[in-house]
């Protein structure tokens, strides 16, 4: 995380025995276990943002000419490739 | 999901709760209800498999919940229907409104508890706590150490629980995780052996909401006025007679189920290597596997130590335990739950109680482990068994030992 | 006893192959037991498999912690996963891979290497990566201890949901076929 505005609580001020809770964000993304990943033509994109509003994970983001996917948290499903009107987004194999 | 095999094929190679599942099949229920839970879910998905497939010939309801679940059931059992469920954490918690009604109304419902620990802290692992938390609501609860006995128990369940001196419901318990999605290798009885076995299904000849035998089912009874207070405790104490008669319906029905079927498990408790011994590990489910393979290498040590495995947990063999302890000087309690207001687990509370029908007060120790899903292995039990042994010339800690704390 | 540990994604059917394997060795007579580590089902979370193979009947319902044999049937799991702990000395892996003996990261402990690039031949098969019946076939060749015609056998015993029963068999064969065993020399203590 980038920006944190509010100080994620301080575990040491209270037993570590009471309510289980966590203050540690986890390593681990989404994108860690993709087997294929959408590669995005810019110039069949129009922009029209069907794939922003149907990607479960909110991993499309909006770039100067075209949307893309944030590999980070984009987990390979393809349901952007399914609904993009203009078949601009194409699933490849992801490399191992 | 294996393959779906005709029932006359002897030997699968199979999980627990796909043997329930064949139990359940050779037991002809005529309505099975579900709702999925982790780690049961393959369980149900199992029978609606076999239902689709023509295998099992029974109604099945997929209600919305737990709750609806038994509650679809008490009214199928009510009409002379022989039931089926099978739950556990969560779902056994929604269920518990008609499961806490079930007894009462003596209907002789079958279920298998899929062990599985408290869900919070968050887990989905088994345990033994949802079992053991709903030991007090009057069911029949039966812990299963193997596959085998899984697929087994869930047939000698109905023999027990429409016997017309218990006719209480029976849950037959087996551990999440090891027990429901470990695979190995059983063999199915033979469908004509366990309908003879089972005999002619009676499951509402004393109460049936049924036009042809008019009557009211449960009316309201009790109360400080009139026969109120009589007529509630009768019923009372029927309960409590009816879970008495099972003790010895239990032993009777393992005794013929190893007649006919050549396989046999200790009903009540079971004692291994118990003769000779100085102490001995109590303990209860797919663990003592471990267990007993720990005592047999302390013993070819020369360790004198024995195990004790609770199949019966309620009711409570107390005569079969007090005889058991009566063996040995000291005992340790491996239990795979928490009892909170005891600061120790289930089995142990349950141990000192039936201690009191013992010959004498010997050393008894609580000791915890196995929880949301920690495994209990040969190394846990060494543990157990060093710690039992310090009994016979230490002291006895009032603390419980948390066996995987370390882990 | 033998213990051998399976390691996988969820989804590609590594408990799957635990049980066929365990049909096809109770089918040869041995004793089993194989019993999968829960964790969340979800498509792509580690997933491990234990099986234990003996000759007499076996009563310990727990996870293995010292394997002779690990089988991994995904390639990019070693990178996340430990999948070499608590290896016997001596032990044997089993791999899912393209790469060469020579680009894998392998601890002392094991003493034979099985390379199979299952990924390769079942895309080829079946247009996706679900290497798990390749890797069996990957596991009779390396360690013999159960014969083709078993698993095969195995395999047709159980109900596949996505892809067929021909397709599966076919993958179990080339499984077989094209996997490589190499045995390590033991590198002396300097």
Partial sequence: MKKQSIPIFDQSTIPNNLCPIATEYSKMMPGDWRSSLPVVNRKKCVKCSICWLYCPVQCIIERSGWFDANLATCKGCGICAEECPHGAIEMVAEED | MSAVLKPKNKVLVCDGNEAAAWGVVLSRPDMVAGYPITPQSSLVEYLAQFIADGVLDAEMVEAEGEHSVLSVLQGAALAGGRTYTASCGQGLAFMFEPYFRTPNLRLPIVMSIVTRDGISPQCVWGGQQDAMTVREVGWIQMFCESVQEVLDTTIMAYKIAENHS???????????????????????????????????????????????????????????????????????????????????????????????????????????????????????????????????????????????????????????????????????????????????????????AAMYYARERIPCLSMIGGLAGADLTEVHFERAVRETAKLLTGPCPRQPIWLNAQD | MYEVRLHGRGGQGAVLAASILAKALVAEGKHVIAIPQFGFERRGAPVAAYLRVHDQPMRAMTNIYKPNCVLCIDSSLPKVVDIFSGMTEGGMLIQSTKRSLGELKIPSSVATVALCDAVAITLEIFGRPITNTTMLGAFARATGMVSLESLSQALNESNFRDAGLKQNQLALQRGYELTQVHTIERREAA
């Fill in chain 2, 166 to 352: 218990v006719m209480l419901p029976v849950n037959v318990n087996h551990d999440g995780n090891y027990l429901s999605n470990g695979i190995v290798r059983i063999e199915l009885p033979d469908q004509d052996e366990v309908d003879h076995y089972l005999g002619n299904k009676d499951v509402n000849w004393h109460v049936a909401l049924d036009p042809q035998r008019p009557m009211a089912v449960d009316p309201l009874t009790g109360g400080s006025a009139g026969t109120g207070p009589a007529l509630f405790t009768r019923y009372r104490q029927g309960q409590c007679e009816g879970m008495q008669n099972s003790l010895g319906v239990i032993v009777e029905a393992h005794k013929e189920w190893a007649q006919r079927f050549g396989r046999s498990f200790a009903p009540l408790i079971e004692e291994y290597r118990l003769e000779d011994a100085d102490y001995a590990i109590i303990t209860i489910g797919s663990m003592a596997g471990a267990g007993k393979d720990v005592v047999d290498e302390a013993r070819n040590r020369g360790e004198r130590v024995g195990l004790i495995k609770i199949k019966t947990m309620r009711p409570f063999p107390i005569d079969a335990m007090a005889a058991a302890l009566n063996k040995v000087r000291a005992v340790g309690v491996v239990d795979r739950s928490v009892c909170f207001g005891w600061n120790s687990g289930p089995v142990f509370q349950e141990t000192l």
